[in-house]
């Protein structure tokens, strides 16, 4: 090997262990995803609610269940108030009838989350939106003793409020909407409630992110998580649900387990530049001719439909719908160069004058595609209608 070569390499070598290093002390960025799990300490974990819950109920039992609900309720004898807390829960039909069986035996359910639809109560939520960016949300609660004390939050989130309620057997908690600044409200709707039923309660709450480390960590807001708290009862043990938790950790193969450590990350590079070295200086020494290889043959068709098939035996129907929504957005940014940051009333009057749909069918097809979004399952109708719409968004703008 001549001296140029050498230079060539050690420079190589150089850049790589430089790249590392900066990789491995740079500053972590925020991650702010919706985890709700009491041991992530992320924005949106709950470890704060997790070490503070024993010392807002000291006489309390605070019981982890990690099982869903339909397991760990088929010992009758449990009693307590169950807690749940995460950015979407679905409810199977049986699942959810052995709460209900729970609560008429003089229990309490607890349920923040966005988009609580339950036709067996007759609940059903809807999604509020802001006039323009400068109105700020607020949060109140109806209790007498709450007077005159409202809450805000900064950042954005889905605000979802009940558009439909049992009125025989509801109480009205809460509310929330918007307000502009002139300080006047534009929007507003209800977002806590406590339902009656049989000798027990259900407790509804549409903003989740109220439990999160950031919501208790601002001043401005502890006291209103501490309020929402104050209708857990005492004398009986809280069940905090641990299983329908949007952070779950999954290890969905070896290779993500490896690079989901940063120590494990560094050393699998450190073995890939060693092997990368090695195959160097040994290519220099040893030449093997070189067999024609035979071009490939384009098998595209082919891919395609193994991908589909592993997709259709999965019955993965939520990936599949997760997929289309995102490359129909792209579409819209690249096609009518309209942003998606924000998807309201302005947004679907400016897409449907540059698409030929009227604004009625663009805001169902967002309106189908947040129902979506907020669910953890979908059926293979629900994803069929999702097709259908966007296939149909198209062949208007294509004059079809």
């Known amino acids: 090997m001549d001296r140029k070569s ?23 960025k925020i991650n702010w995803f919706p985890s709700y799990v009491s041991t992530h300490k992320i924005p949106y974990g709950t470890f704060i609610l997790d070490k503070q819950l024993p010392k807002l109920f000291p006489s309390t039992n605070i019981i982890k269940s990690y099982q869903p609900p339909f397991l760990y309720l088929k010992d009758t004898s449990i009693i307590g108030t169950y807690f749940f807390a995460d950015e979407a829960i ?9 709460l209900m069986k729970f609560v008429n035996r003089g229990n309490d359910v607890f349920i923040a989350t966005h988009g609580i639809n339950i036709d067996t109560l007759g609940f059903k939520t809807k999604r509020i939106i802001s006039e323009n960016f400068k109105e700020k949300v607020f949060f109140k609660f109806k209790n007498k003793a709450f007077k005159n004390k409202e809450f805000t939050f ?30 006047k409200r534009t929007e507003e709707g209800i977002d806590f409630v406590k339902f009656n039923y049989g000798e027990g309660h259900f407790y509804f709450f549409t ?6 480390n950031y919501a208790i960590l601002r001043t401005e807001n502890e006291q209103q998580t501490a309020n929402v708290l104050s209708y857990i009862r005492s004398d009986i043990p809280i069940i905090w649900d641990a299983y329908y938790k949007s952070g779950k950790s999954k290890i969905k193969s070896p290779m993500h387990y490896l690079l989901s450590s940063k120590s494990l990350k560094y050393a699998y590079y450190f073995v890939l530049i060693g092997l990368l070295l090695f195959l160097i200086f040994e290519g220099k020494r040893k030449q093997r001719s070189i067999s024609i290889i035979t071009p490939l043959k384009n098998q595209s068709l082919a891919f395609t ?3 589909a098939n592993m997709y259709f ?19 819209i940014r690249s096609t009518f160069n309209i942003s998606t940051a924000k998807l309201n009333n302005d947004f679907y009057k400016k897409l ?34 999702l097709n259908k719409l966007i296939e149909k968004f198209k062949n208007n703008f294509n004059g079809k």
């Open 6 to 28: 050498k230079i060539y390499i050690a420079a190589f070598v150089v850049l790589i262990l430089c790249f590392i290093y900066i990789k491995s002390t740079e500053k972590k």
């Open 207 to 212: 903003f989740p992110e109220l439990f999160t």
């Open 90 to 98: 679905n409810f199977g039909k049986e699942e959810f009838e052995r």
């Open 352 to 385: 449907a004058s540059k698409s030929n749909n009227n604004v009625e069918f663009v805001s169902k097809l967002f309106t189908k595609i947040t129902q979506i979004q907020i669910k953890n399952t979908i059926t293979d109708k629900e994803l069929i209608e």
């Open 305 to 307: 439909q193994t991908i």
């Open 154 to 183: 900064d950042r954005d989130f889905n605000n979802q409020v009940f558009k439909k309620i049992d009125t025989l057997n509801t109480t009205v908690l809460g509310i929330t909407g918007y307000v502009n600044e002139e300080n």
């Open 313 to 331: 035996e999965n019955q993965d129907h939520k990936n599949i719908a997760e997929q289309q929504i995102t490359y129909f957005l792209e579409y």
